[in-house]
C-alpha cells in the first residue's frame, strides 16, 4: 500500500484544516488508518485511528470533540477533519495503514506502511 497526504497548511487559530490520505492498491480495506503527528523537536504522536470496517474509532485525548476521522473504502482514502485548530496542533501530520484492522493501536511501530507527511501550521 502506497500512501498519500494532502490537506495541510497554515490556518489561524479557532480555524479547521481537513487533511486527506489517498490509498494506492486494492486491499486498502482490510487496513485500519490511522493519523499520527510530529511537532518541532517532539516525538511523533497518535493521533487518531480508524479500523477497517470505519466502525472504531480512537482519538488521543487532545483532538477529541475537535478532529474526526473517516475513511470511504470505495475511493481508498482516509479524512481527518480538523476543526477549532489551536497552536499546539502544529506539527507534520503523517497517515499510516495497520495490517491489523483494528483502531486500539496506537504505537508509530506497530504501522506497516506510511505517507510521506503534510505540515500543518497554526497561528496564535
Known amino acids: 500500500v502506497q500512501l498519500q497526504a494532502s490537506g495541510g497548511g497554515l490556518v489561524q487559530a479557532g480555524g479547521s484544516l481537513r487533511l486527506s490520505c489517498a490509498a494506492s492498491?486494492?486491499?486498502?480495506?482490510?487496513?485500519?488508518m490511522g493519523w499520527f503527528r510530529q511537532a518541532p523537536g517532539k516525538e511523533r504522536e497518535f493521533v487518531a485511528a480508524?479500523?477497517?470496517?470505519?466502525?472504531?474509532?480512537n482519538y488521543v485525548d487532545s483532538v477529541k470533540g475537535r478532529f474526526t476521522i473517516s475513511r470511504d473504502n470505495a475511493k481508498n482514502t482516509v479524512l481527518l477533519q480538523m476543526n477549532s485548530l489551536k497552536p499546539e496542533d502544529t506539527a507534520v501530520y503523517y497517515c499510516?495503514?495497520?495490517?491489523?484492522?483494528?483502531?486500539?493501536?496506537?504505537?508509530?511501530?506497530?504501522?506497516?506502511?506510511w505517507g510521506q507527511g503534510t505540515e500543518v501550521t497554526v497561528s496564535s
Open positions: 499510516a495503514a495497520n495490517r491489523y484492522g483494528v483502531a486500539i493501536i496506537t504505537k508509530g511501530n506497530e504501522y506497516d506502511y
Open positions: 480508524i479500523s477497517r470496517s470505519g466502525g472504531t474509532i
Open positions: 492498491g486494492r486491499t486498502f480495506s482490510i487496513y485500519a
